[in-house]
């Protein structure tokens, strides 16, 4: 499995990732020593996905702190956290990932400087403590989710997903994807579809090759094909990721999802989101609160390089739309299945389990 964010032990360390905007075609890993670069790579989606974006960021305090001079105080340590997560929380504004990691850095940070006697030395051991944590734990709620939705996906099915939610996309082995890999494991056979997800075609980038590297039966799709294989009943079950989903289960996700959604009720087809308990905002009531992000017109009037669109053109770009739960036939997480997600079956699963 690739490792899209890793942390490089040194003198000073350093976050290493690989830069997604140069898939497939090269591998290519950044060196980042500092916020600002940072917060260029999550904004420009070298690194991308709610569960990679949120344990990037948790190194982005502690990069912070190996920046400040020799003779910094841990009251200069804890500015420079506070700052570093409130510049970081600008970079993207929908996967709630990020700010759930921010959150949780920024309280670490608070509490461990009520001790009077705490070093400098002290405060970065104990966030880079934090953010290898949250790496970790990462890690294990991929598998968990791979390993609660395997038996969806019978022998010899045919996958959708959409995007990309893989290794990719986490610190793991993915959302969506994990599920694909952990019914891999188990011996079945299965075909998975690609939506090439557009404008920026993670699914055919991304999704695609880490499908055709792990030796998953994949073939690329343009988006607008998926109804016509529906209809033609070579669709058994659609899995996506989540970049935010609400109390009430309704889920944002990368544009396109919403539209598969919709097909899939009208053709009988079980659509499950897969998502870490981390993906789940409950300050939010529904999908209406989420805030949708806008991108450049760029992403859509040119493809490599070459204008596929007349110069001046007006441009609409959201980068997410939000399917609501009651087209969701499950949502699967490292704590188990939601089915017919709702309010009550959220909170149920997030805070008794």
Not at 41 to 61: E, F, H, N, Q
Not at 62 to 84: F, H, P, R, W, Y
Not at 131 to 136: D, F, G, Q
Not at 324 to 349: C, F, H, M, Y
């Amino acid at each position: 499995m690739p490792q899209a964010v890793k942390w490089m032990d040194g003198t000073d360390g350093v976050l290493e990732l690989i830069d997604q905007r140069r898939l497939p075609g090269e591998f290519i890993t950044l060196l980042v020593r500092d916020t600002r670069r940072l917060h260029e790579a999550i904004r420009t989606l070298a690194v991308r996905g709610a569960p990679a974006i949120g344990v990037a960021a948790a190194y982005g305090p502690v990069l912070a702190l190996q920046s400040l001079g020799a003779n910094a105080t841990t009251v200069d340590g804890l500015k420079a956290i506070v700052e570093a997560c409130d510049f970081l929380a600008t970079s993207r504004p929908t996967a709630v990932n990020l700010f759930w990691a921010l959150d949780r850095i920024r309280h670490k940070a608070q509490k461990v400087c009520q001790h009077p006697q705490l070093t400098l030395g002290e405060l970065h051991e104990a966030i880079l403590a934090e953010a290898n944590a949250i790496r970790a734990e990462d890690i294990e709620m991929c598998r968990a989710i791979g390993r609660h939705g395997e038996a969806l996906i019978r022998e010899g099915a045919g996958v959708l997903t959409h995007c990309n939610a893989g290794a990719l996309a986490t610190a793991g082995q993915g959302t969506a994807l994990s599920v694909m890999f952990e019914a891999q494991k188990k011996g079945r056979s299965f075909k998975v579809y690609a939506d090439e997800t557009r404008p920026l075609l993670q699914g055919a980038r991304l999704t695609a090759w880490e499908l055709q590297q792990a030796g998953i039966d994949v073939t690329v799709i343009c988006d607008n094909m998926a109804g016509w294989l529906m209809k033609k009943g070579r669709i058994d079950l659609i899995i996506t990721g989540a970049d935010r989903i609400a109390a009430n289960g309704d889920a944002a996700n990368k544009i396109g999802t919403y539209s598969l959604s919709v097909l899939a009720k009208q053709h009988g087809v079980p659509f499950y989101i897969a998502a870490p308990s981390s993906t789940f905002d409950l300050s939010i009531a529904g999908g209406a609160e989420i805030p949708i992000e806008q991108r450049e017109s760029r992403e859509v009037t040119h493809l490599g390089g070459t204008a596929t669109a007349p110069e001046g053109v007006a441009v609409y770009n959201p980068a997410f739309d939000v399917t609501d739960a009651q087209n969701i036939t499950a949502i699967i997480t490292e704590k188990g299945v939601v089915e017919n997600p709702d309010t009550a079956r959220i909170r149920e699963l997030l805070t008794e389990r």
